[in-house]
């Protein structure tokens, strides 16, 4: 008796159900490919590379009841901006290399990186596509809240970086959020 009515609490408060998880991985996947496809309709959004992950707790499969962070990590060509500043991986500036690149539409008088303007050409994105729903910014994610499904998508950009020292590793650089 107690075991029932402790499954019954996990499966009605805890646990996500199959439909909530199906219903989740269609809209992720659905907000994935708006994205990568946002080019054909604005040559200054951001150059997206092949490859975008789940990160967090719902990637692992551990995510519990409520479904309003699903980690979507979007891989942004990074050509054209190089490390620099404190322990050279806080900032990246641009430079001469990939300068047809729309990334350097993001760069700011100091010729680093905006990370502001970057989050809001996602967050201006997402707007168009999600009218009816809530979509913010949240640290270096935008938040996309989609009500008729109670869910949360966190899409979180981040530039491929290549070092113009080829010795040294690649690395992704996720925008500040501040």
Partial sequence: MIESKLQELLDKEINLSQGHVSQGSKSHIYIRDLLANKRTTDSTFPWLLDGDF?????????KLHPLDDIDVMIILDGTGLIPTGINTTHYVRGNFEGKNSPVHNYLGWDNLLN?????????????QSHPDSTIKKNGQAINI???????????????????LDATK??????PLGN
């Fill in 54 to 62: 789940l990160s967090g707790s719902y990637a692992r499969g551990t």
């Fill in 115 to 127: 990370s502001h303007s970057v989050l809001e050409a996602f967050q201006k994105a997402l707007a």
């Fill in 145 to 163: 809240k989609l009500k008729s499904y109670n869910l949360g998508i966190d899409i979180v950009p981040c530039f491929h970086i290549k070092p």
């Fill in 169 to 174: 590793q690649d690395f992704y650089y996720i």
